[in-house]
């Protein structure tokens, strides 16, 4: 199967992104708000059977614990529909991390040809969906119960310290390889922080920020000043 370069990979990703609609960026229930988001993570079926593997293609349900004890989902897509016959070459992994108030099927609500990561998935991209702390399929703690404060004591700060660090050391030990990375709004900001701390940096190839926030001062928004 054909190979993106660096360059075709970004170019192929905000082509994606711009594709999208945009209902179906934030279409996705669940973050931290659970007054406003009440779900029992039981009810759901994982992301892999309701959104990837009823278009033809192979995922795998995975589960990442932070230092801190929570519980992540990541879903795995390791190659596209058409499998490649003959040799095997390891395929270039990449993880993609949602934005704010919305989890890992925001990335999944179209169909297979307006579908980042299973485009990804087609040209040869070993793909990891990201499910953040407190999101709909990451609500799990090892002593922890959602019901209780003590659970949703956490920031972004969390986030840069123990998620997005799990989710690469993770992924680069199941690959054996470095990393590319996909963020969007949230995902953009806790990369960002980890980035510029020199976090990760050595398990990094590239990253492709969508619409990318490095500052919240200037946020004027309820969303802003919770920030």
Request: aromatic letters at 10%; hydrophobic letters at 40%; glycine letters at 8%.
């Amino acid at each position: 199967m054909a190979r993106m370069g660096l360059l075709g990979f970004v170019a192929l990703t905000f082509f994606i992104l711009a594709s999208v609609p945009r209902q179906a960026l934030a279409s996705s229930h669940g973050f931290y708000a659970r007054k406003i988001f009440p779900v029992e993570p039981s009810s759901f079926k994982g992301l892999c059977s309701s959104a990837v593997t009823i278009h033809g293609y192979e995922c795998q349900e995975l589960e990442v614990t932070t230092k801190d004890g929570y519980i992540l989902s990541l879903q795995r897509i390791p190659e596209g529909r058409r499998k490649v016959s003959g040799r095997e070459t390891k395929k270039q992994p990449v993880i993609i991390q949602h934005g704010v108030m919305v989890d890992g099927m925001t990335w999944l609500m179209n169909s297979p040809e307006q579908n980042l990561p299973l485009i990804l998935a087609d040209n040869g991209f070993d793909v990891w969906i990201v499910n953040s702390r407190g999101t709909r399929y990451s609500r799990r703690h090892t002593s922890l119960d959602p019901s209780i404060n003590a659970y949703w004591n956490w920031s972004f700060d969390e986030m840069v310290t123990y998620d997005l660090p799990a989710v690469f050391d993770y992924v680069s030990k199941q690959t054996g390889q470095k990393i590319d990375y996909v963020g969007h709004s949230l995902g953009t900001l806790v990369a960002l922080a980890s980035f510029s701390e020199g976090k990760l940096v050595n398990q990094l190839k590239s990253a492709a920020l969508l619409s990318p926030v490095a500052y919240l001062s200037h946020m004027k928004t309820a969303l802003g000043v919770v920030a």
